[in-house]
């Protein structure tokens, strides 16, 4: 096993209160494994990812339980000095606005270059030769000559291609995409995905992608956790999920999808609003949107119930919710 996260809890002290962003999460990742984290803002995707990659702001959070098992060794009880060496040569991140993640006033060349002169030693002049290799691999056309140009100086898909091979630099174990599509168009989506499913592949990496949008995983992620209020709600082989989701959370972000059958009909939206994290409400805390909601919703909170040996779902009436 590649990554293990078990019961992982990440609360923010603020001046109202303490908000609990992350509540129990559990999920692991295999070596050549794409798993897609999804859920709407604020559910926990992003700030489980940087608590795995220790760039998790603190104070104002704080993990407060759980481990994060790399390769066999709990995270959490390392030393930064050692898990600086962890990122960047075991497991790297790409970043939803590749053109704030970039610095403005250095080439690509030179941020890319980086890299290998930190970790790897290399003299400038190889480490840029180096830079050059990986713009061609993630196929920036005339990267010779555009090594030396600034971030501003190419499209936001270019950029997010420079996000890629950065991350990709020191061939590590472990990629987390968090929303790397967010702000492209269709096409350029569908090239930067085929793009990070090619790489996962050829280099057997394992692959965490972050995302609300059901319709970028479909094609490349082998399993998906569905993610609500900081908690893991339903996780799933990803066809067993399109073909019979087993929480109406999940149920409801597939009917969020637009579909070509559909046209000209109201486009369905879950009601309501996301939590409050600084106040959960009891129980299930999908219950006060719930279409399927009873009184033990409110009053009991639901385990992740087996559905089968790959599957669980956190829904008192999971089973309903498989018979549709």
């Known amino acids: 096993m590649l990554l293990e996260v078990r019961d992982l809890h990440v609360e923010f002290r603020t001046r109202d209160g303490i908000a609990r962003a992350v509540?129990?999460?559990t999920y692991r990742v295999d070596a050549g494994e794409t798993l897609a984290v999804l859920g709407e803002s604020g559910s926990g995707k992003s700030v489980t990812a940087q608590a795995v990659m220790g760039i998790l702001d603190m104070p104002p959070g704080r993990i407060t339980g759980g481990e994060i098992l790399f390769q066999g060794r709990d995270l959490l009880k390392l030393k930064e000095s050692e898990r600086r060496e962890v990122r960047g040569a075991g497991m790297a991140m790409i970043f939803q606005d590749a053109l704030s993640s970039l610095n403005p006033v250095l080439t690509v060349g030179d941020q890319l270059g980086e890299m290998f002169v930190v970790h790897r030693g290399m003299s400038r002049k190889d480490a840029r030769a180096k830079a050059v290799e990986l713009m061609d691999r993630?196929?920036?056309?005339?990267?010779?000559?555009?090594?030396?140009?600034?971030?501003?100086?190419f499209s936001g898909g270019m950029r997010q291609r420079i996000m890629i091979a950065m991350a990709m630099a020191l061939e590590p174990a472990l990629i987390i995409a968090d929303e790397p599509t967010t702000a492209l168009d269709v096409t350029v989506q569908a090239q930067v995905m085929d793009l990070l499913a090619e790489l996962r592949r050829e280099y057997r990496m394992g692959l965490i992608l972050i995302t609300h949008d059901l319709g970028v995983v479909a094609d490349v992620a082998d399993r998906i956790a569905v993610m609500y209020a900081?908690?893991?709600?339903?996780?799933?082989?990803?066809?067993?999920?399109?073909?019979?989701?087993?929480?109406?959370?999940?149920?409801?972000?597939?009917?969020?999808?637009?579909?070509?059958?559909?046209?000209?009909?109201?486009?369905?939206?879950?009601?309501?609003?996301p939590p409050n994290l600084l106040h959960i409400p009891s129980g299930c805390p999908f219950h006060p949107r719930?279409?399927?909601?009873?009184?033990?919703?409110?009053t009991d909170v639901p385990p992740l119930y087996e559905v089968d040996g790959e599957r669980g779902s956190a829904c008192h009436f999971w089973r309903e919710c498989l018979d549709g």
Not at 233 to 261: C, F, W
């Open 230 to 273: 900081g908690k893991i709600v339903e996780s799933a082989p990803v066809h067993d999920i399109y073909k019979a989701p087993a929480h109406p959370y999940t149920r409801g972000l597939l009917d969020s999808v637009p579909r070509l059958d559909q046209k000209g009909q109201e486009l369905y939206a879950i009601k309501g609003l």
């Open 290 to 298: 719930c279409p399927m909601a009873q009184d033990v919703c409110r």
């Open 23 to 25: 509540n129990g999460v």
């Open 138 to 153: 993630v196929r920036i056309p005339g990267a010779k000559e555009r090594v030396r140009q600034y971030p501003h100086q």
